[in-house]
């Protein structure tokens, strides 16, 4: 396997109840490693650019103002298969769905409120990367 990167987002719900600490262990302790990390409070005008693709889904507004509602922290995540790896240890969407041991089923609070986001492929994870972080701000 090829050591590549994917993105990840720490959501409000995990940073209002201080999880940051703990989603990354969990992170790294999969074996991903952080190359990237920044806490901002996303605007709307970047909830809506990064979302996107979800413009017309009934759910897009209330994801937006969820995605606004405190601060995030955005990271590059570095590992063999990243995105893959990533995904695995984020759990399914949903908590109730998710394997045990994963971030969601240990630390999200709903479907809606599931404390992490991570790219889906390689394409959209250098596309993700790229809408938060400038070349220069990923050390590896």
Avoid: W
Wanted: proline share 4%; glycine share 8%; charged share 30%.
């Amino acid at each position: 396997m090829a050591v590549t990167r994917t993105f990840s987002i720490i959501k409000p719900d995990a940073t209002r109840r201080n999880l940051t600490g703990a989603v990354t262990k969990m992170l790294e302790d999969a074996g991903l490693r952080v190359v990237a990390s920044k806490r901002i409070r996303m605007s709307r005008e970047q909830a809506e650019g990064f979302y996107a693709v979800h413009k017309e889904r009934p759910f897009f507004g209330e994801l937006c103002e969820f995605m606004t509602s405190g601060p995030v922290v955005v990271q590059v995540l570095e590992g063999e298969d990243a995105v893959k790896r990533n995904r695995d240890v984020m759990g399914a969407t949903n908590p109730a769905n998710a394997e045990p041991g994963t971030i969601r089923k240990e630390l999200a609070e709903s479907i809606e409120a599931n404390t992490v986001h991570g790219s889906d492929s390689d394409e959209n994870a250098k596309i993700e990367i790229a809408f938060f972080f400038s070349p220069g701000e990923i050390v590896g």
